[in-house]
Protein backbone atom coordinates (compact mmCIF):
# COMPACT_ATOMS: atom_id res chain seq x y z
CA UNK A 1 0.00 0.00 0.00
CA UNK A 2 2.70 2.75 1.30
CA UNK A 3 4.58 1.60 -2.57
CA UNK A 4 1.26 2.44 -4.55
CA UNK A 5 0.84 5.68 -2.43
CA UNK A 6 4.26 7.17 -3.18
CA UNK A 7 3.60 5.81 -7.06
CA UNK A 8 0.45 8.03 -7.08
CA UNK A 9 2.31 10.78 -4.98
CA UNK A 10 5.42 11.27 -7.34
CA UNK A 11 2.83 10.80 -10.89
CA UNK A 12 0.72 13.84 -8.86
CA UNK A 13 3.64 15.65 -8.68
CA UNK A 14 5.02 14.96 -11.74
CA UNK A 15 2.02 16.09 -13.69
CA UNK A 16 1.80 19.39 -11.11
CA UNK A 17 4.92 20.30 -11.44
CA UNK A 18 5.00 20.44 -15.05
CA UNK A 19 2.03 22.37 -15.61
CA UNK A 20 3.15 25.04 -12.56
CA UNK A 21 6.21 25.23 -14.80
CA UNK A 22 5.17 25.61 -17.84
CA UNK A 23 2.56 28.34 -16.23
CA UNK A 24 5.17 29.96 -14.38
CA UNK A 25 7.77 30.39 -16.39
CA UNK A 26 5.39 31.86 -18.71
CA UNK A 27 4.13 34.48 -16.45
CA UNK A 28 7.63 35.69 -15.56
CA UNK A 29 8.70 35.78 -19.47
CA UNK A 30 5.77 37.95 -19.86
CA UNK A 31 6.25 40.04 -17.41
CA UNK A 32 10.25 41.09 -18.55
CA UNK A 33 8.71 41.05 -22.07
CA UNK A 34 5.20 42.39 -21.31
CA UNK A 35 3.35 42.28 -24.75
CA UNK A 36 1.57 45.74 -24.64
CA UNK A 37 3.20 49.25 -24.39
CA UNK A 38 5.48 51.25 -26.65
CA UNK A 39 7.44 48.19 -27.16
CA UNK A 40 4.98 45.41 -27.60
CA UNK A 41 5.71 44.42 -30.73
CA UNK A 42 9.70 44.24 -29.83
CA UNK A 43 8.75 42.43 -26.66
CA UNK A 44 6.47 39.99 -28.32
CA UNK A 45 9.33 38.74 -30.80
CA UNK A 46 11.89 38.81 -28.06
CA UNK A 47 9.27 36.58 -26.22
CA UNK A 48 9.04 33.71 -28.89
CA UNK A 49 12.37 33.56 -29.17
CA UNK A 50 12.87 32.64 -25.94
CA UNK A 51 9.72 30.70 -25.12
CA UNK A 52 10.60 27.61 -26.96
CA UNK A 53 13.44 26.81 -24.51
CA UNK A 54 10.97 27.21 -21.72
CA UNK A 55 9.36 24.02 -23.33
CA UNK A 56 12.54 21.96 -24.24
CA UNK A 57 15.04 23.36 -21.74
CA UNK A 58 13.79 20.18 -18.89
CA UNK A 59 14.04 18.10 -21.57
CA UNK A 60 17.43 18.76 -22.31
CA UNK A 61 18.72 19.19 -19.13
CA UNK A 62 17.19 15.51 -18.50
CA UNK A 63 19.18 13.89 -21.18
CA UNK A 64 21.92 15.88 -20.88
CA UNK A 65 22.01 14.60 -16.60
CA UNK A 66 21.00 10.92 -17.80
CA UNK A 67 21.81 10.31 -21.11
CA UNK A 68 24.72 12.64 -21.96
CA UNK A 69 27.09 13.17 -18.57
CA UNK A 70 27.03 9.25 -18.26
CA UNK A 71 28.56 8.31 -22.02
CA UNK A 72 31.71 10.67 -21.07
CA UNK A 73 31.38 9.05 -17.17
CA UNK A 74 31.49 5.63 -18.90
CA UNK A 75 34.49 6.47 -21.42
CA UNK A 76 36.38 7.89 -18.82
CA UNK A 77 35.99 4.93 -16.13
CA UNK A 78 36.94 2.46 -19.03
CA UNK A 79 40.40 3.71 -18.95
CA UNK A 80 40.84 3.41 -15.03
CA UNK A 81 41.27 0.63 -12.84
CA UNK A 82 38.39 -1.35 -11.13
CA UNK A 83 37.99 1.06 -8.33
CA UNK A 84 38.01 4.11 -10.84
CA UNK A 85 40.96 5.75 -9.68
CA UNK A 86 44.13 5.02 -11.67
CA UNK A 87 44.92 5.41 -15.19
CA UNK A 88 45.29 2.65 -17.02
CA UNK A 89 45.06 3.52 -20.68
CA UNK A 90 43.74 1.14 -22.86
CA UNK A 91 44.06 -1.71 -20.40
CA UNK A 92 40.73 -2.96 -19.92
CA UNK A 93 40.30 -3.09 -23.81
CA UNK A 94 43.13 -5.19 -24.09
CA UNK A 95 41.46 -7.32 -21.08
CA UNK A 96 38.26 -7.48 -23.50
CA UNK A 97 40.14 -8.88 -26.73
CA UNK A 98 41.65 -11.52 -24.71
CA UNK A 99 39.01 -12.18 -22.40
CA UNK A 100 37.27 -15.60 -23.58
CA UNK A 101 33.96 -14.71 -22.18
CA UNK A 102 34.00 -11.41 -23.92
CA UNK A 103 34.63 -13.26 -27.42
CA UNK A 104 31.59 -15.57 -26.32
CA UNK A 105 29.42 -12.63 -25.95
CA UNK A 106 30.03 -11.11 -28.90
CA UNK A 107 29.56 -14.29 -30.95
CA UNK A 108 25.95 -14.78 -29.29
CA UNK A 109 25.47 -11.08 -29.86
CA UNK A 110 26.02 -11.38 -33.64
CA UNK A 111 23.92 -14.97 -33.59
CA UNK A 112 21.01 -12.42 -31.77
CA UNK A 113 21.44 -10.04 -34.59
CA UNK A 114 21.45 -12.50 -37.13
CA UNK A 115 17.87 -14.32 -36.42
CA UNK A 116 16.03 -11.76 -34.49
CA UNK A 117 15.56 -8.59 -36.48
CA UNK A 118 14.88 -10.87 -39.37
CA UNK A 119 12.62 -13.36 -37.91
CA UNK A 120 10.48 -10.71 -35.77
CA UNK A 121 10.37 -8.42 -39.57
CA UNK A 122 9.55 -11.41 -41.80
CA UNK A 123 6.88 -12.57 -39.05
CA UNK A 124 5.60 -8.99 -38.48
CA UNK A 125 5.24 -8.74 -42.61
CA UNK A 126 3.41 -12.12 -42.59
CA UNK A 127 1.20 -11.40 -40.20
CA UNK A 128 0.10 -7.54 -41.29
CA UNK A 129 -0.74 -8.78 -44.66
CA UNK A 130 -2.41 -11.81 -43.64
CA UNK A 131 -4.55 -9.69 -40.91
CA UNK A 132 -5.35 -7.08 -43.54
CA UNK A 133 -6.83 -10.00 -45.21
CA UNK A 134 -9.30 -11.87 -42.66
CA UNK A 135 -12.51 -10.68 -40.78
CA UNK A 136 -11.52 -10.73 -37.64
CA UNK A 137 -8.07 -8.85 -38.39
CA UNK A 138 -8.15 -6.50 -35.81
CA UNK A 139 -8.59 -9.31 -33.16
CA UNK A 140 -5.86 -10.84 -34.93
CA UNK A 141 -3.92 -7.23 -34.55
CA UNK A 142 -4.58 -7.21 -30.69
CA UNK A 143 -3.05 -10.72 -29.89
CA UNK A 144 -0.48 -10.42 -31.66
CA UNK A 145 0.64 -6.57 -30.40
CA UNK A 146 -0.42 -8.18 -26.92
CA UNK A 147 3.20 -9.41 -25.72
CA UNK A 148 4.36 -5.74 -26.46
CA UNK A 149 2.66 -4.86 -23.33
CA UNK A 150 4.80 -7.10 -21.00
CA UNK A 151 8.28 -6.16 -19.58
CA UNK A 152 10.87 -8.38 -21.23
CA UNK A 153 11.13 -9.15 -17.04
CA UNK A 154 8.01 -10.67 -17.38
CA UNK A 155 8.44 -12.47 -21.17
CA UNK A 156 11.66 -14.08 -19.44
CA UNK A 157 9.55 -15.62 -16.59
CA UNK A 158 6.67 -16.96 -18.84
CA UNK A 159 9.45 -18.39 -20.78
CA UNK A 160 11.18 -19.87 -18.37
CA UNK A 161 7.69 -21.82 -17.20
CA UNK A 162 7.15 -23.06 -21.00
CA UNK A 163 10.81 -24.68 -20.98
CA UNK A 164 10.53 -25.27 -17.02
CA UNK A 165 12.04 -28.86 -16.67
CA UNK A 166 11.41 -31.82 -14.00
CA UNK A 167 13.08 -34.75 -13.65
CA UNK A 168 11.81 -37.88 -15.81
CA UNK A 169 8.63 -39.57 -13.94
CA UNK A 170 7.11 -36.27 -12.37
CA UNK A 171 4.55 -34.21 -13.58
CA UNK A 172 6.02 -31.70 -16.25
CA UNK A 173 4.29 -28.02 -15.00
CA UNK A 174 6.40 -26.47 -18.37
CA UNK A 175 4.16 -26.28 -21.67
CA UNK A 176 7.53 -27.59 -24.15
CA UNK A 177 8.40 -30.27 -21.54
CA UNK A 178 4.16 -31.96 -21.31
CA UNK A 179 4.16 -31.99 -25.14
CA UNK A 180 7.10 -33.75 -25.22
CA UNK A 181 6.28 -36.40 -22.40
CA UNK A 182 2.93 -36.57 -24.37
CA UNK A 183 4.57 -37.95 -27.29
CA UNK A 184 6.71 -40.83 -25.07
CA UNK A 185 9.74 -38.79 -25.08
CA UNK A 186 12.33 -37.90 -22.21
CA UNK A 187 11.70 -34.40 -21.02
CA UNK A 188 14.74 -31.67 -21.80
CA UNK A 189 16.35 -29.14 -19.86
CA UNK A 190 16.24 -26.99 -22.64
CA UNK A 191 17.79 -23.67 -21.51
CA UNK A 192 21.22 -25.60 -20.89
CA UNK A 193 21.22 -27.15 -24.16
CA UNK A 194 24.55 -25.59 -25.51
CA UNK A 195 24.23 -23.52 -28.80
CA UNK A 196 20.66 -24.06 -29.47
CA UNK A 197 19.56 -22.69 -25.74
CA UNK A 198 20.60 -19.11 -27.04
CA UNK A 199 17.41 -19.82 -30.11
CA UNK A 200 15.27 -20.71 -27.15
CA UNK A 201 16.10 -17.41 -25.94
CA UNK A 202 15.64 -15.68 -28.98
CA UNK A 203 12.34 -16.82 -29.48
CA UNK A 204 11.24 -14.97 -26.49
CA UNK A 205 12.16 -11.45 -28.06
CA UNK A 206 10.59 -12.28 -31.29
CA UNK A 207 7.86 -13.32 -29.55
CA UNK A 208 7.32 -9.60 -28.45
CA UNK A 209 8.94 -7.50 -31.19
CA UNK A 210 6.71 -9.22 -33.86
CA UNK A 211 3.67 -7.32 -32.85
CA UNK A 212 6.02 -3.97 -32.78
CA UNK A 213 6.50 -5.16 -36.92
CA UNK A 214 3.50 -5.88 -37.76
CA UNK A 215 1.77 -2.15 -36.33
CA UNK A 216 4.71 -0.74 -38.43
CA UNK A 217 4.44 -2.54 -41.89
CA UNK A 218 0.55 -3.15 -41.74
CA UNK A 219 0.59 0.89 -41.96
CA UNK A 220 3.16 1.14 -44.49
CA UNK A 221 0.78 -1.97 -46.69
CA UNK A 222 -2.04 0.21 -45.86
CA UNK A 223 -0.05 3.31 -47.37
CA UNK A 224 0.46 1.50 -51.06
CA UNK A 225 -1.58 3.43 -53.73
CA UNK A 226 -5.04 1.31 -54.99
CA UNK A 227 -4.37 2.19 -58.40
CA UNK A 228 -1.00 0.75 -58.26
CA UNK A 229 -2.54 -2.72 -56.93
CA UNK A 230 -5.44 -2.71 -59.47
CA UNK A 231 -3.20 -2.14 -62.10
CA UNK A 232 -0.93 -5.02 -61.41
CA UNK A 233 -3.68 -7.36 -60.69
CA UNK A 234 -5.00 -6.25 -64.27
CA UNK A 235 -1.78 -6.91 -65.83
CA UNK A 236 -2.16 -10.17 -64.36
CA UNK A 237 -0.63 -10.38 -61.40
CA UNK A 238 -0.91 -13.58 -58.68
CA UNK A 239 -1.12 -12.83 -55.14
CA UNK A 240 2.63 -13.77 -54.80
CA UNK A 241 3.56 -11.68 -57.33
CA UNK A 242 1.20 -9.05 -56.12
CA UNK A 243 2.91 -9.37 -52.42
CA UNK A 244 6.57 -9.67 -53.14
CA UNK A 245 6.80 -8.07 -56.28
CA UNK A 246 4.73 -5.30 -56.06
CA UNK A 247 3.80 -4.54 -52.08
CA UNK A 248 7.25 -5.48 -50.77
CA UNK A 249 9.54 -2.97 -52.61
CA UNK A 250 6.90 0.23 -52.02
CA UNK A 251 7.62 -0.64 -48.06
CA UNK A 252 11.00 -1.70 -48.14
CA UNK A 253 12.09 1.60 -46.56
CA UNK A 254 9.46 0.99 -43.74
CA UNK A 255 10.72 -2.59 -43.12
CA UNK A 256 14.47 -1.39 -43.11
CA UNK A 257 13.53 0.78 -40.40
CA UNK A 258 11.79 -1.81 -38.51
CA UNK A 259 14.85 -4.25 -38.75
CA UNK A 260 17.44 -1.32 -37.67
CA UNK A 261 15.19 -0.54 -34.78
CA UNK A 262 14.66 -4.35 -33.79
CA UNK A 263 18.54 -4.65 -34.33
CA UNK A 264 19.14 -1.47 -31.54
CA UNK A 265 17.33 -3.95 -29.17
CA UNK A 266 19.22 -6.86 -29.59
CA UNK A 267 21.87 -4.97 -29.60
CA UNK A 268 21.01 -4.15 -26.26
CA UNK A 269 19.24 -7.10 -24.82
CA UNK A 270 19.92 -7.57 -21.26
CA UNK A 271 16.26 -8.46 -19.45
CA UNK A 272 15.58 -12.16 -21.01
CA UNK A 273 19.28 -13.46 -20.50
CA UNK A 274 19.31 -12.39 -17.18
CA UNK A 275 16.16 -13.71 -16.10
CA UNK A 276 16.28 -16.92 -17.85
CA UNK A 277 19.70 -18.18 -17.72
CA UNK A 278 22.03 -15.46 -16.69
CA UNK A 279 24.47 -15.91 -19.19
CA UNK A 280 25.01 -19.52 -18.19
CA UNK A 281 25.80 -22.54 -20.56
CA UNK A 282 26.74 -20.33 -23.14
CA UNK A 283 24.01 -17.79 -23.69
CA UNK A 284 26.31 -14.46 -22.24
CA UNK A 285 25.46 -11.52 -24.16
CA UNK A 286 27.57 -8.05 -23.72
CA UNK A 287 24.74 -6.48 -21.62
CA UNK A 288 24.32 -8.69 -19.59
CA UNK A 289 28.91 -9.41 -19.12
CA UNK A 290 28.68 -5.71 -18.17
CA UNK A 291 26.44 -5.98 -15.46
CA UNK A 292 27.91 -8.73 -14.21
CA UNK A 293 30.87 -6.77 -13.75
CA UNK A 294 29.55 -3.81 -12.90
CA UNK A 295 27.13 -4.65 -10.36
CA UNK A 296 28.03 -8.62 -9.01
CA UNK A 297 30.65 -9.42 -6.03
CA UNK A 298 33.62 -6.76 -6.53
CA UNK A 299 32.38 -4.46 -8.85
CA UNK A 300 35.19 -3.67 -11.97
CA UNK A 301 33.64 -0.07 -13.00
CA UNK A 302 37.18 -0.42 -15.64
CA UNK A 303 35.92 -3.23 -17.04
CA UNK A 304 32.19 -3.02 -16.89
CA UNK A 305 32.65 0.72 -18.58
CA UNK A 306 34.43 -0.95 -21.51
CA UNK A 307 32.10 -2.85 -22.23
CA UNK A 308 29.68 -0.68 -22.15
CA UNK A 309 31.33 1.67 -24.62
CA UNK A 310 32.06 -1.53 -26.74
CA UNK A 311 27.78 -1.67 -26.87
CA UNK A 312 26.95 1.64 -27.68
CA UNK A 313 30.04 1.80 -30.18
CA UNK A 314 27.99 -0.90 -31.84
CA UNK A 315 24.83 0.83 -31.17
CA UNK A 316 25.18 4.09 -32.70
CA UNK A 317 26.53 3.43 -36.28
CA UNK A 318 22.69 1.76 -36.87
CA UNK A 319 20.93 4.28 -34.90
CA UNK A 320 22.51 6.81 -36.90
CA UNK A 321 21.34 4.87 -40.37
CA UNK A 322 18.07 4.39 -38.68
CA UNK A 323 17.10 7.73 -37.95
CA UNK A 324 18.15 8.84 -41.16
CA UNK A 325 15.99 6.31 -42.96
CA UNK A 326 13.57 7.54 -40.70
CA UNK A 327 13.44 11.06 -41.91
CA UNK A 328 13.66 9.94 -45.77
CA UNK A 329 10.60 8.09 -45.22
CA UNK A 330 8.88 11.37 -43.49
CA UNK A 331 10.43 13.33 -46.15
Known sequence: MQQAILAAGTIVAGVFGCVAWFWGSNLILDTIFPPRGAHAGRNITRANRVRPWLFIGPALLFLGLYLVYPVFKSLWLSVLDSDGRHFVGLGNYEWLAGDAKFRESILNNMLWLLVVPAA???????AAQVTDRIRWGNLAKSLIFMPMAIS???????????????AEGQDQIGLLNAIVTGFGHAPETWLTVPFWN???????LIWIQTGFAMVILSAALRGIPEETLEAAILDGANPWQLFFLIKVPQIWGTIAVVWTTITITVLKVFDIVFVMTNGQWGTQVLANMMYDWMFRGAPDYGRGSAIAIVIMALVTPIMIWNIRNARKEMA
Open 152 to 166: FVGAGVIWKFIYDFR
Open 120 to 126: STFFGLL
Open 198 to 204: NFFLMVV
